[in-house]
T-cell receptor, first 115, second 114 residues
Framework: AQSVSQHNHHVILSEAASLELGCNYSYGGTVNLFWYVQYPGQHLQLLLKYFSGDPLVKGIKGFEAEFIKSKFSFNLRKPSVQWSDTAEYFC?????????????FGQGTILTVHP | EPEVTQTPSHQVTQMGQEVILRCVPISNHLYFYWYRQILGQKVEFLVSFYNNEISEKSEIFDDQFSVERPDGSNFTLKIRSTKLEDSAMYFCASSEGQGDQPQHFGDGTRLSIL
């Protein structure tokens, strides 16, 4: 069975700092990869997704992620964070083709951005 | 932007009682899902539903759980006889297609079993 791990439980940054959140998955086949964000009191929202093609994907609010197949990684990046990026971030993996859309989530990373 | 809506936002129930969590998926979506998140743990897949039947379910989704789409708009999760360990946040999600279509999540229902 596939699993997803996120390296950091809680990241604290100052505004304008650069962000990288790690995500690794274990599955040897083709995967669909997602990053979701949950702002305080809100639902999970899709930040970006990778299905195929260019391994560098851009999402909303200036976020991007790079799929490195050889490292089974899909790290999330943002060059300059804002206070409003304070939220919990979830990496999720779906198995292409064989699963009816089931997502496997990482444990989440809480990002706190100080103004 | 259309949203997935869940009711109630918080449900408190005595152990052993039945509980029904309700969801209204996005209207043109065909695939429906339930996930749960026990406090401090990962979001876990429970079940997926398509064409009025379960497509896939996890080991968590035992005989105490059932899902139903009673009409054209609602999607419900029923827990027949709740246990303390069922206390969690339950999320409903829907998508237009499977796999390569992103899932849209509701705000969740916090279920507290006493």
């Amino acid at each position: 069975a596939q699993s997803v791990s996120q390296h950091n439980h809680h990241v604290i940054l100052s505004e304008a700092a650069s962000l990288e959140l790690g995500c690794n998955y274990s599955y040897g086949g083709t995967v669909n990869l997602f990053w979701y964000v949950q702002y305080p009191g809100q639902h999970l929202q899709l930040l970006l997704k990778y299905f195929s093609g260019d391994p560098l994907v851009k999402g909303i609010k200036g976020f991007e992620a790079e799929f490195i197949k050889s490292k089974f990684s899909f790290n999330l990046r943002k060059p300059s964070v804002q206070w409003s990026d304070t939220a919990e971030y979830f990496c999720a993996v779906g198995i292409y083709g064989t699963s009816y859309g089931k997502l496997t989530f990482g444990q989440g990373t809480i990002l706190t951005v100080h103004p | 932007e259309p949203e997935v809506t869940q009711t109630p936002s918080h449900q408190v129930t005595q152990m052993g009682q039945e509980v029904i969590l309700r969801c209204v998926p996005i209207s043109n979506h065909l695939y429906f899902y339930w996930y749960r998140q026990i406090l401090g743990q990962k979001v876990e897949f429970l079940v997926s539903f398509y064409n009025n039947e379960i497509s896939e379910k996890s080991e968590i989704f035992d005989d105490q759980f059932s899902v139903e789409r009673p009409d054209g708009s609602n999607f419900t999760l029923k827990i027949r006889s709740t246990k303390l360990e069922d206390s969690a946040m339950y999320f409903c999600a829907s998508s237009e297609g499977q796999g390569d279509q992103p899932q849209h999540f509701g705000d969740g229902t916090r279920l507290s079993i006493l």
